[in-house]
């Protein structure tokens, strides 16, 4: 089994920073891949972005391209997301998810595991 712990979240004003992390523990080798999504109540969940643990390749969302970006420490068996330039529309529930196959990197019914979510609030 796995599990994946969010932290990071908060309140921050607009244009502001906030860097999340995703602490797995388990058997996380059966994980090739890592993703952030969101989710606003009444709102379908959102891809944020993913990275491969192996290669480091790294996939986004357009509307969050060239402001967030993901990365990954393996020997912390840690999964990051840095987010910059923060807009109102980015105020979310920010979970993070493993999968052990190799998926749609944007479709989060491809992900076997989940965190139980950070709520990350932007105001103007």
């Known amino acids: 089994q796995v599990q994946l712990v969010e932290s990071g979240g908060g309140l921050v004003q607009a244009g502001g920073s906030l860097r999340l992390s995703c602490a797995a523990s388990?058997?996380?080798?059966?994980?090739?891949?890592m993703g952030w999504f969101r989710q606003v109540p009444g709102k379908e969940r959102e891809f944020v972005a993913a990275?491969?643990?192996?290669?480091?390749?790294?996939y986004y969302a357009d509307s969050v391209k060239g402001r967030f970006a993901i990365s990954r420490d393996n020997a912390k068996n840690t999964v990051y997301l840095q987010m910059n330039s923060l807009k109102p529309d980015d105020t979310a529930v920010y979970y993070c998810?493993?999968?052990?196959?190799?998926?749609?990197?944007?479709?989060?019914?491809?992900?076997?595991?989940w965190g139980q979510g950070t709520q990350v609030t932007v105001s103007t």
């Open positions: 388990g058997r996380t080798l059966q994980m090739p891949v």
């Open positions: 990275i491969m643990w192996s290669a480091s390749s790294t």
């Open positions: 998810a493993g999968t052990t196959g190799i998926p749609r990197m944007w479709m989060g019914d491809d992900y076997d595991y």
